[in-house]
Structures are given as C-alpha cells and as structure tokens.
C-alpha cells in the first residue's frame, strides 16, 4: 500500500536555528515528491523533487531527494516565526495527491 | 480572480444533521478534490472527479457523499453516517496532469465543528 510518513510530527525551535524535516515514502510508479507549507488555512507550493541529489532552493529553504533511499528533506536555514507553520510532504498516486501526516514546526523569538 | 470558493468558512452542527459543504472554481479545472484534515495530522482524500458527473471514492469516504453536475462545482455532503465528523474540510482543483506538478490550488477551508 502506498503510503508517505513524514519526521518528527512536531519541532519546537528558536529563530536562527536550523531546521531538517523529514519525509519517507513508499508509491508504485514514482512520479515525483512535493512539499507544501500550510499556514493557517490552504497550503502552498514549495517544491516539486523529480531526480536524486538534485537540491531544489529558495532563499532559506531547500529540499533534496534520494529515490534509493525514497526520501526527501526539507531543510530551512535560519529560521524566522514566519516559518512556523506545517509542512507537508505529498506524492502523485494514480491521479491524485496522497499527503503525509505533516511536520509543525513552530519557531520562538 | 481565478481561484476557489469554498464556504462557509466556519459552521456547528448537531449530532445527526447532514451537512453540505460547497465548493466552486473559476479556473475552468477539469479535476476536482476533498481532503479532511484533523488537528496535527496530513490531508486525507475523501473523494475526488476528474469529470464533470463522474467521481471516485477517496480514502476515507464513508459517511460523505459528492455531486459533480457542473464543471465548477463539487459540493461535499458531510452526512449523519459520519462517525467524527468535526475536521477541517479543505477543496481543491487541477488540471488532469496537475497533481504530477504540484499545481494544486486549494480553496480556504471549511471549519465543521459538530457539538
């Protein structure tokens, strides 16, 4: 069965720290792994990872994936409490998005 | 502006009313989506379309029921079946290949809270 875990569930930090949230899968017929960062209400697009070892960035954040190991990362450098929201890992099946259970990751002052 | 409506926002229920939640897009999207979502978890599909008058059971359908008898409209029905239906209901819609990329534009949810 086809299905995405993401680690840890919660993260508790202060600004400035850095940050690796983490995302295992296991899909037949491998498309591509997404990343959405989810505020308060409708998640956003971060990333969309295809190949192995290929960094995706963006200003502070970046992801990576291993399709040997069916992992990706999200990595965010210097956090800021803007970040403080939920990411959430998701993969095509079929023809539609299946989602992880999702990292909270709360930044302090 | 293109994008997704859903509404309404925010709603109570008693135990054992029905409930239709609505959804409509202006981005001319063939497909179409319901995802729950609870407190600290992911998103789970409840039902999806890629047609207009054709849908397919999600992963967690019970208890819910659709139409899709416009292009622009996906109305979900939380019925009186659902065992815990308090969640976060969030719609969203695609283009046939869009899942594939990440182009997924979501509405901005709707709160059931069932006293």
């Known amino acids: 069965e086809d299905k995405v875990v993401q680690s840890p569930l919660s993260l508790v930090v202060h600004e400035g720290d850095t940050v690796t949230l983490n995302c295992s899968y296991e899909?037949?017929?491998?498309?591509?792994l997404l990343w959405y960062k989810q505020e308060k209400k409708a998640p956003t697009f971060l990333f969309m990872l295809t190949s192995s070892g290929i960094e995706k960035k963006s200003g502070r954040l970046s992801s990576i994936l291993d399709k040997k190991e069916l992992f990706s990362i999200l990595n965010i450098t210097a956090t800021q409490t803007g970040d403080s929201a939920v990411y959430l890992c998701?993969?095509?099946?079929?023809?539609?998005?299946?989602f992880g259970t999702g990292t909270r990751l709360q930044v302090f002052p | 502006d293109g994008g997704i409506t859903q509404s309404p926002k925010y709603l109570f229920r008693k135990e054992g009313q029905n409930v239709t939640l609505s959804c409509e897009q202006n981005l001319n999207h063939d497909a179409m989506y319901w995802y729950r979502q609870d407190p600290g978890q992911g998103l789970r599909l409840i039902y999806y379309s890629q047609i207009v008058n054709d849908f397919q059971k999600g992963d967690i359908a019970e208890g819910y029921s659709v139409s899709r008898e416009k292009k622009e409209s996906f109305p979900l029905t939380v019925t009186s079946a659902q065992k815990n239906p308090t969640a976060f209901y969030l719609c969203?819609?695609?283009?046939?290949?869009?899942?594939?990329?990440?182009?997924?534009?979501f509405g901005e949810g709707s709160r059931l809270t069932v006293l």
């Open positions: 998701a993969l095509p099946r079929s023809d539609k998005l299946i």
């Open positions: 969203a819609s695609s283009t046939p290949t869009g899942v594939n990329t990440g182009e997924l534009f």
């Open positions: 899909v037949t017929n491998f498309r591509s």
